[in-house]
């Protein structure tokens, strides 16, 4: 069993920067591949970027260039670095876990075993 703790989120300005995290337990980190999805309200959660267990990254077109997913096995924990925010980036976002030996990239919310509880991301003036 693991468990997902997101942080770091907030309400920003358009066009500036947060910092998301989601710390997981367990003492086997490195060996879950990581995914960042995100829900506005009235839609359907949607993918952002995933990371395998050896640094391999991808992302959503959405948020290609402005967003990088990072992780820190040592810390158990995967971040998600936003910059030049847009208000169609508002959203509750989710950390998501599943247990891979392999470089393949986890879109679809149905290749996730483990979720977060979510933390709000508000983009706003």
């Known amino acids: 069993q693991v468990q997902l703790v997101e942080s770091g989120g907030g309400l920003v300005q358009p066009g500036g920067s947060l910092r998301l995290s989601c710390t997981a337990s367990?003492?086997?980190?490195?060996?879950?591949?990581m995914g960042w999805f995100r829900q506005a309200p009235g839609k359907d959660r949607d993918f952002v970027a995933t990371i395998t267990g050896n640094g391999y990254t991808y992302y959503a077109d959405s948020v290609k260039g402005r967003f990088t997913i990072s992780r820190d096995n040592a810390k158990n924990t995967v971040y998600l670095q936003m910059n030049s925010l847009k208000s169609e980036d508002t959203a509750v976002y989710y950390c998501a876990a599943e247990r891979s030996y392999t470089a393949v990239a986890r879109t679809s919310m149905n290749e996730y075993t483990y979720w977060g509880q979510g933390t709000q991301v508000t983009v706003s003036s």
């Open positions: 367990g003492r086997t980190f490195s060996s879950y591949a």
